[in-house]
């Protein structure tokens, strides 16, 4: 008789229980999360909430303490995770620090198919390199391709890295805090073209990682809000960013706008409070 798989395929994240612990510490959990075929989530919670270590289940580089992990159809644990990264599109600040300062822009971004960086050995294919040139346009960064990494300013690190990581056609699409250090502009910038992509039906399955409602790209359909590493709430992103439960996430009165799709958040000052 042959197994019958029960894994759902349009379910890319599907995680029960998971926990990771270090040195007897929690880091993140339990976390029991779904993200579907056509979601794009953010994550958000204070500076040490765990996201970033949740995120790095999702992105196949740790494998839960406990709980069970499914990653597009596959169990985490069972199935050669070589094979299952080339599917996930990763852009992260541990990745940016990793690039050589003299790799060629577009060839940073074509190495992303071959799973390597700094290494430019094997003449890439014609068809790669058109379709690095393609990816790069899509963050508004073509005008880069030809530039060193180590001369960009951080916002176009960002949108090259956001390219490599879209280069492979992934399922599912990991940034983590893409707007870190950029500036207004910047911000901004990526927060249009991170709404452009979430409108695309092309576009993969996303999950962003941030400290700041003002950088969630409109379009954006969930999200799960962790502190201390557990789970505040999760889902329709209108449910869970409010002010109520950013409150409680960041143990601050906030108080929350919604203009044009964007959240602005800021503390509230509570009644009899004063400057100190
Ligand atoms: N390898 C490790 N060993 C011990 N503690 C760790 C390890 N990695 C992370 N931590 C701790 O786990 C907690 C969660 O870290 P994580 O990086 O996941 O949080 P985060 O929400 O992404 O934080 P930030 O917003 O500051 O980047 C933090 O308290 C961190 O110090």
Known sequence: MGVVSELDPDLLIDFDDVLIRRGGVTLVGPVTWKVELDEKWVVLGPNG???????????????????????LGEVLGRVDVTELRPRIGLSSSSLAHRVPADEVVRDLVVSAGYAVLGRWRERYEEMDTTRAVEM???????????????????????????????????????LDEPAAGLDLGGREELVARLSDLAADPDAPATVLITHHVEEIPPGFTHALLLKEGEVVSQGLIDDVITAENLTH????????????????????????????
């Open 136 to 174: 790069l346009e899509s963050l508004g960064a073509e005008h880069l391709a030809n530039r060193t990494y180590g001369t960009l300013s951080e916002g176009e690190r960002k949108r090259v890295l956001i390219a490599r990581a879209l280069m492979t056609d992934p399922e599912l699409l990991l």
């Open 49 to 71: 909430a765990g996201k970033t270590s949740l995120l790095r289940i999702a992105a196949a580089e740790v494998h839960p303490t406990s709980g069970k992990a499914h990653l």
């Open 249 to 276: 996430a960041f143990s601050q009165a906030i108080s929350l706008d919604k203009v044009d799709g964007r959240f602005f958040a800021r503390r509230t000052r509570l009644p009899g409070q004063h400057r100190r």
